[in-house]
Every structure is written in C-alpha cells, then in structure tokens.
C-alpha cells in the first residue's frame, strides 16, 4: 500500500475497504484484527506480494475483490462462510487453488489470468511425469564449455549474440516475479526474470519464431522459443497443449522444461541439446577439413528418429499430424565419444496454428498431399521423414519448394532418388562420404528403398512409422552382425 495512505486506515473500524482503481502498489496490507470487515476490494492496483494467510481468519469477509493487480504466492484457504463474492483473477498467482468448501463455489473467471494458478475450476495441475526410462539429463551446463556462435536453423541470422533475451515484459519491479511451471523436478527451477537476466544467444530463427540459448545464473543451460503465429490461441489451449507435451519422455524428443503465456509472447523452454542439428552435420563444412559422416553414425541417427517419430505417433493418436515439423534443422545431435544420438525438436506446434495458411510454415507444407489441399494425417510426418532419410543416404540438401498453390512441386530430392533407382538400382545416390568404404551398401539401398516408399505420393501407400521402425531396427541389426 502506499504508505500515507493505508497507515491510518488500519486503525478505523472498518467495514469496508475500497481501493479500486488507485495505482496503489507495494504489499496488500496487515488486516489482522479488523473483525469487522466485510468487503475488500483492492482491485485494479499495482499491488505486490502474496495475498496474507491472515486474510482467511476475518470472520465477516463476504466480498475479497484483488483482481487485476501483480499478486503473487498462493492463495490461501479461504473458507469463510460468509464469503460471497472473491476475485483474484489477472494475478500472478501460482499453485493449487485450495480445495475449500467455500473457494469451489466460485467460478473460473474469479481465478483466470493468472500465471501458473491450476486446480478446479481451472486447468488440473501438472502431474509430474513418470520417471523416465534413461536418467534424465543434468543441467548441460558443464558440457558446453564454449557457447557455439551461431547454429543454422534453416532460415538463421547471425545477429544477437550474447545478449539478453528480448522481452517486451521486462521486469522493472524486482518484487514481480513470474514463477514458472516445471515439469521435471530435477532441473533447477527458475523464473521468469531470471530468464530475461540470462544471457542469450540466437540459436536460429525459424518460420515461428526465434530460438535462443540461455546461460542462466545457476549454470543451467535452456533453449528458449519465442513463438509467433499463436495469437488467437486462448491461453487455455496453449496451456493445455503444453501439459500434454510437457508430460511426454522419451530419450529421443527434446524435453520441454516449462512454458510462459501472455497475450503478446509465448515462451516455451526446452532442454538444451549441445551439438548442433542434422542440418549442419550433414550440409557444413563440405569442404574445409571436415570429418566425413560415417555409415554406423548415420544409421544410429535415423534409428533415433524413427524411435522418436514412433513414440510421438503412439502417444498422440488425435493429433492430425503428430510432429508436423519433422527436417534436419529439428533433429538435434548430442555427441557422446564416437556414437551420436539425436533428438526430435520443434515438434506438436500444429494445433497451435490458427490456419491452413500457418501451418505452410511446417515440414508438413511440404508434402504433396498439403499441397493439393488434401485432407492431412500421420502419413504427413512419414513423408517429412522419408525427406531426411534420402538427405542422409545422399548428403544432398532437399529442396525447399514454395506449397502456395504449386500442385505440380514435389521435393526434387525424392524425384531425383525414384529416377536414379528406377533406371538402374545403384548406389550412385550415395553420399560420396560414405561410398568410398564398402560397408553398408547393401543397407543403404535397403533404407533407400523405405525412403521411397514413406515419400510416395499417395499418403495410404506410404508405411506406418510404427512399421518404419520395426524395418530400420531389422536392417540395424544386420548391420551390427556384419560387423
Ligand atoms: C499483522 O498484525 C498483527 C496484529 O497487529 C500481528 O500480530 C501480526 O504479526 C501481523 N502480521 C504480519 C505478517 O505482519
Ligand atoms: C473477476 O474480475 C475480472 C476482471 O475484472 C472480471 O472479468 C470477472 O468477470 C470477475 N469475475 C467475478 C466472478 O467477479
Ligand atoms: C527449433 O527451430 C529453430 C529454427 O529452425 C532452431 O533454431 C531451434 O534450434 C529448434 N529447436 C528448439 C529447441 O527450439
């Protein structure tokens, strides 16, 4: 409270505590003693803290009026017969909404525009995932000694190295603190502000938004995506959607840690994965000093994603296309001595978008059957993974065709695959990096042959990822005993 006002007022047998509307800001006051009162409205203020625990003990509140303010913490549970009327909403409060009597009596609109509030009448609380299979991952901080300078998204600009991340919320009241959700208990929790304090770096810019790297003061280091294009989601969707993402573990899926909504941005924070993308791994440095992509890592990885496209398919049957955004620039590369293992990133967005016309943006815009303004499904993603499987056989970049209203364009790669194989199955397609050793040219051809068919341009011929997978472990096997 401002000071020269509330001091005295504290002492008045008050009945009623009106303070709508008066940029009023610091901590709600002490109203501890005050037996009497009944209504307190402090709405539209700039008041901070959290809402006193002592407020649950005046016996005669009917009407707690705090919305529209920056109050953070929990609520505490109120649960005074008398209360009729209670509205904390456009808060920053977190946590579980209590679960008293008297707080289930009132609706979602005296509890909504918070920043992390869940529990009846709103969202369900985020139920910690179970343990995941491997070990989760420690803060990667330790692992990258030096910050890379800049990964190649597929459309990435050098700018903005080492700075903070833009933010349009800044923080000039360090008493405002915006919690976020976490998902995993074992990564060290942070906030908002402690986000927008990191220092950052441009890790691309994609076709939704712009993704840094964040070197928090814990030592923890996160990807942070800015996403656009989400404007007309209502927060509850995007909220919704982020649970059911947040819960999904699976060692080959890019971990997403936490989320922040507001009308203007969307944040969502995901695990940081050290070594660059399959884009760079296969297309950088072709000509200074590189070290050639050898058969078994390339193998490894497309087992990787095909691990992590079946995972995705069998935990998101209702989504029309799971991933939607499956190409080498959202395979992320984690290096582990000799062998590399890869992570599927940039995933899910496509209930996000508003429109046919946003959803362009994705790998899926790519796909013949997007192209001609058909119905879309799974067989989309089998498409966009039959795309990276011919970029690894043949280390040549796909090209990338404009979807808008060109029916007859197709990716030139899978043509130029389907016209080399037809005229004389060869391994002429190879990538020169791995035609010089003999090893593998069978298997090669094998995965080939799948490549062809998850590009077929009719979606119902193409297999299954489930079926994909079973056929990739196979000619993984092989591959292991031939060795
Ligand atoms: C509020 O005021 C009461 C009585 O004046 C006092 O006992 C209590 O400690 C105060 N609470 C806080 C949080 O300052
Ligand atoms: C709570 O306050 C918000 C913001 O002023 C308003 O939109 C909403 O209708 C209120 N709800 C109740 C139950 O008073
Ligand atoms: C998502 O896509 C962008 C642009 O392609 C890329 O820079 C970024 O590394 C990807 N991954 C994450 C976690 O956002």
Not at 32 to 61: Q, W
Not at 70 to 82: A, K, R, S
Not at 260 to 268: A, D, F, T, W
Request: include cysteine.
């Amino acid at each position: 409270m401002a000071q020269n006002c509330c001091k005295s007022c504290f002492f008045l047998p008050l009945f009623f505590l009106l303070f709508r509307n008066n940029s009023i800001n610091g901590p709600l006051p002490n109203l501890s003693n005050l037996v009497h009162l009944e209504s307190v409205f402090f709405s539209y203020n700039r008041l901070t803290g959290s809402i006193p625990s002592e407020y649950i003990e005046l016996p005669n509140l009917k009407q707690l009026e705090l919305q529209q303010n920056y109050l953070d913490g929990e609520i505490p549970p109120f649960n005074q017969p008398t209360l009729t009327l209670f509205n904390v909403s456009y808060n920053h409060l977190q946590g579980t909404i209590p679960d008293t009597d008297v707080l289930r009596r009132f609706s979602e609109s005296s509890y909504d525009h918070n920043s992390n509030l869940c529990g009846i009448p709103l969202e369900p609380c985020p139920v910690l995932p179970p343990a995941p299979l491997v070990p989760p991952p420690s803060p990667p901080a330790q692992e990258v000694e030096t910050p890379k300078e800049q990964q190649a998204g597929d459309d990435s600009s050098p700018e903005g190295t080492d700075k903070k991340m833009p933010h349009s919320q800044s923080t000039e009241d360090p008493e405002r603190r915006i919690e976020l959700p976490f998902f995993d208990k074992n990564i060290p929790v942070f906030d908002l502000d402690d986000l927008l304090r990191a220092s950052a770096e441009v890790l691309g810019k994609g076709k939704l938004g712009t993704t840094y790297s964040a070197n928090l003061e814990s030592g923890a280091v996160v990807a942070v995506k800015t996403v656009k294009y989400m404007n007309s989601l209502s927060k509850k969707e995007f909220i919704q959607q982020m649970l059911l993402l947040g819960r999904m573990r699976h060692e080959n899926l890019v971990h997403i840690i936490s989320f922040h909504y507001s009308k203007q941005e969307k944040l969502i924070v995901y695990e940081f994965v050290p070594d660059g993308s399959l884009f760079e791994l296969l297309h950088e440095n072709r000509e200074a000093g590189r070290v050639p992509l050898n058969w078994a890592a390339r193998l490894s990885i497309i087992k990787d994603i095909a691990k992590g496209m079946a995972f995705l398919h069998q935990s998101l049957p209702s989504h029309k296309v799971p991933h939607a955004n499956l190409k080498s620039s959202n395979v992320l590369i984690h290096r582990d001595r000799q062998s590399y293992h890869s992570k599927l990133t940039n995933y899910s967005f496509l209930p996000l978008l508003p429109s046919r016309k946003s959803s362009e943006r994705l790998a899926i815009g790519r796909s013949p059957e997007f192209c001609q303004g058909k119905k879309l499904t799974h067989k989309a993603d089998v498409y966009c993974f039959g795309i990276i499987l011919l970029e690894v056989i043949t280390g040549k970049v796909p090209e990338e065709t404009s979807p808008a209203g060109n029916e007859e364009k197709v990716d030139d790669l899978s043509e130029w695959v389907r016209m080399v194989v037809n005229n004389d199955w060869s391994t002429d397609i190879l990538d020169v990096e791995i035609l010089a050793s003999s090893a593998g040219h069978d298997e090669m051809l094998k995965l080939t042959e799948i490549a062809l068919q998850c590009t077929d341009m009719e979606p119902e011929k193409r297999p299954k990822m489930s079926e994909v997978l079973r056929r990739i472990e196979e000619i993984d096997r092989t591959n292991q005993e031939n060795d």
